[in-house]
């Protein structure tokens, strides 16, 4: 039985992902490693968390002897990382804590796979799970493709820019198996509300402000988190050593168009009158560094592994908005902290 690693398995995107390979694949032994930071919440995963080929381990990637240790333990064959600090906001509070875990974890990560796999690296696989804040920001035309130079302009996407560089750096130097995906901003189930679309959904729902930075003209492609999911998949499986495929949703809108789509539905599916959530929209300042539009060209993916996205962004945003008010449980627990109980209630001791 093939045994995968996936980090960051409690958070946004790495649940979807545990649960894609869970379900997918029960050949596999899937083992979910995360830190539980406050976006790791292990409640995202109740559906899959008494598969047979499902484990999950409380474990900090900064820490070398224990991700060393647990290679050696667990004999990965495989691992899909997905752990990182991602919160623009944060990084720029705490640049530090984004140095540790993305550029630091990933590199402990990569050490501990090199020493384990000792250079038999038929059936091993490192996959990197990156972002497309990497390449710096757009015009108002054109779009990052593979082969767009990097240019972060936050502490976030250095951080995330130089784990790519040392990732692709332990393939050249070491032959480590490896491939890199790019992906443009996810929406979906299970996201931790401090970010745009879950944030409003909450925050109309509550009848709360929903900020919006500057006048709202940034620009984002907007990927549903299955589809992501999928794509992890597919590149997983398919993608030669050493590639990097971008994956984007094909979505592009600025934030104060997606805002007042959202406010619209909301409206609909609260029974309020039309605008009513509308005029909750707030305008703030903007944040430092705020990078004006991604786009993502994902053409590569789409012709060499015939993945494409498989929803609209409006369809998407009423699946998510229907996600949220349906779990309202799920949303209360996280943003009354409750959520973090649940490891000691239902693991602690295992």
Same mark, same amino acid.
């Given at each position: 039985m093939k045994k995968i690693l996936i980090t960051g398995g409690a958070g946004f995107i790495g649940s979807h992902v545990v649960r894609r390979f869970v379900n997918s694949y029960p050949q596999y032994e899937i083992v979910n490693l995360d830190k539980l930071t406050y976006a790791g919440n292990l409640a995202n995963l109740t559906d899959i968390e008494s598969k047979p080929n499902y484990r999950f381990l409380k474990a900090d990637i900064t820490d070398a002897a224990e991700i060393n240790e647990l290679f050696q333990r667990e004999q990965f064959d495989a691992v899909i990382h997905l752990a990182a600090e991602s919160h623009v906001d944060r990084s720029i509070a705490d640049p530090t804590a984004f140095v540790m875990t993305n550029v630091i974890g990933t590199v402990n990560l990569l050490n501990a796979a090199r020493e384990y796999w000792k250079g038999n690296y038929d059936s091993k696989r490192f996959y990197h799970v990156s972002t497309d804040e990497v390449y710096g920001a757009l015009g108002e035309t054109g779009m990052f493709t593979e082969t767009t130079a990097y240019d972060p302009h936050s502490p976030y996407s250095a951080s995330k820019a130089s784990s790519d560089h040392f990732v692709r750096a332990y393939h050249d130097t070491y032959g480590l198996d490896v491939v890199?995906? @790019?992906?443009?901003? @996810?929406? *979906?189930?299970?996201?931790? #509300? $401090? =970010? &745009?679309? #879950? &944030?409003a959904i909450n925050n109309i729902k509550n009848n709360r402000p929903v900020p919006v930075y500057g006048k709202g $003209?940034? !620009?984002?492609?907007? &990927?549903w988190v299955v589809d992501?999911?999928?794509?992890?998949? !597919?590149?997983?499986?398919?993608? =030669?050593? *050493?590639?990097?495929y971008n994956i984007g949703g094909h979505n592009e809108w600025k934030n104060i168009d997606l805002i007042q789509l959202l406010c619209k539905i909301m409206d609909k599916k609260l029974g309020r009158e039309a605008g009513t959530s509308a005029k909750l929209i707030t305008f703030v300042t903007d944040r430092a560094g705020h990078d004006l539009r991604y786009a993502i060209d994902s053409t590569k993916l789409q012709e060499k592994l015939n993945w494409v996205p498989s929803l609209q962004f409006? $369809? *998407? &945003?009423? =699946?998510? !908005?229907?996600?949220?008010?349906e779990n309202e449980k799920w949303l209360s627990d996280v943003t009354s902290g409750n959520y973090q109980a649940y490891y000691e209630t239902?693991?602690?001791?295992r």
């Open positions: 890199i995906s @790019n992906c443009s901003n @996810n929406y *979906g189930s299970h996201h931790f #509300p $401090e =970010k &745009l679309i #879950p &944030l $003209e940034n !620009v984002r492609d907007w &990927l992501h999911a999928r794509a992890i998949d !597919v590149i997983f499986h398919q993608a =030669k050593t *050493g590639e990097t409006e $369809e *998407g &945003l009423e =699946k998510t !908005v229907d996600w949220y008010l239902q693991y602690h001791g």
